[in-house]
């Protein structure tokens, strides 16, 4: 089981991205899929997540302005930013929490993690 995370880059203060995750291999079942970032020389910090059922919650620096969503069908998990601020530097990391056919679970999973650059 692997998550494959994408699309980061660098955009202007106020400008906007979005991630995707894409979550493959031997895959029984996802429960929440989430994302982190880690800015540099700071701890990784959680900033979102949903649930299998939809049920989304956000860090303080992220509400209003990052929205988490997620395709069953694809089992994709994406983050769309806008408003992006010289403070959302960071490399952005997806997780999910899942049961795979192969070994006992469920249990947490992490993508490479995708930079995203805020700069004017």
């Known amino acids: 089981v692997q998550l494959q995370a994408s699309g980061g880059g660098r955009v202007q203060p106020g400008g906007s991205l979005r991630l995707s995750c894409a979550a493959s291999g031997s895959i029984f079942s996802i429960n929440a899929m989430g994302w982190y970032r880690q800015a540099p020389g700071k701890h990784r910090e959680w900033i979102t997540h949903?649930?299998?059922?939809?049920?989304?919650n956000y860090a303080d620096s992220v509400k209003g302005r990052f929205t988490i969503s997620r395709d069953k069908d694809k089992n994709t998990v994406y983050l769309q930013m806008n408003d992006l601020q010289l403070a959302d530097t960071a490399v952005y990391f997806c997780?999910?929490?899942?049961?795979?056919?192969?070994?006992?679970?469920?249990?947490?999973?992490w993508g490479q993690g995708t930079l995203v650059t805020v700069s004017s």
């Open positions: 949903i649930t299998d059922r939809g049920y989304r």
């Open positions: 997780n999910a929490e899942m049961i795979s056919t192969t070994e006992p679970g469920p249990n947490m999973y």
